[in-house]
């Protein structure tokens, strides 16, 4: 089984600046992760996904996200957030061998102007 | 551009009712699934089915069942309401052949039970 640990619950920040939103996760076996975004009154929409290779991952909206094995972390960063990106955030894994998503609680990042 | 359509984005129910949410793909996917959604406990998998007639429980089944009995449509069904059910239900889809397939949503449906 997999457990995800969002460490922030809501993110303000200024528009312009850069953002690090944090996703640890406990696992026992190899697994697949992902972040999702949710924007007011929509459904979630993939942002990117980490399955092999390079730890640095590159998704839509100029997001970005980092594996670290020892560490397990895959944390999201933008270096400038636009009031647009103004949503909640869920960070998932899923085993290699798996059938389920587990998703974290969700960071609600909030981009002031 | 693809779609997952919930047959409601607000339902108000009564204590002791039974509740159907629909959902319907248009992707051909093989693989749908029912999520609940709370505030800080993220969303959490009732029940998904990955074929026709098929399904399995996920992390908190109880007090829910599914159908699904055509491919491009899935079904939740509480079978008498409860006020611990209220709560953002949100219906997913995804192709077959990977695990790590996107998930493509729905806008959800808002439940509140009185």
């Known amino acids: 089984a997999q457990s995800v640990t969002q460490l922030d619950s809501q993110v303000p920040v200024f528009e312009e600046a850069p953002v690090e939103l944090r996703c640890n996760y406990s696992s026992s076996v190899s697994v697949y992760l992902f972040w999702y975004v949710q924007y007011p009154n929509q459904g979630l929409q993939l942002l990117l996904k980490y399955l092999s290779g390079s730890t640095l991952v590159k998704g839509i909206n100029g997001f970005e996200a980092e594996f670290n094995k020892s560490q397990t972390s895959f944390h999201l960063r933008k270096p400038s957030v636009h009031i647009s990106d103004t949503a909640e955030y869920f960070c998932?894994?899923?085993?290699?061998?798996?059938?389920?998503?587990?998703f974290g609680g969700g960071t609600r990042l909030m981009v002031k102007p | 551009d693809v779609k997952v359509t919930q047959s409601s984005r607000y339902l108000v129910k009564r204590t002791g009712e039974k509740v159907f949410l629909e959902c319907v793909q248009d992707?051909?996917?093989?693989?749908m699934f029912w999520y609940r959604q709370d505030p800080g406990l993220g969303l959490r998998l009732i029940y998904f089915?990955?074929?026709?007639?098929?399904?399995e429980k996920g992390d908190i089944p109880e007090g829910y069942s599914v159908s699904r009995e055509k491919k491009e449509r899935f079904s939740l069904i509480l079978e008498s309401a409860s006020t611990n059910q209220t709560s953002m239900y949100l219906c997913?889809?995804?192709?077959?052949?990977?695990?790590?397939?996107?998930?493509?949503f729905g806008p959800g449906t808002r439940l509140t039970v009185l």
């Open positions: 998932a894994v899923i085993g290699r061998a798996g059938n389920m998503l587990t």
């Open positions: 089915s990955y074929d026709v007639k098929m399904k």
């Open positions: 997913a889809s995804s192709g077959a052949g990977a695990t790590y397939n996107e998930q493509f």
């Open positions: 992707m051909d996917h093989e693989n």
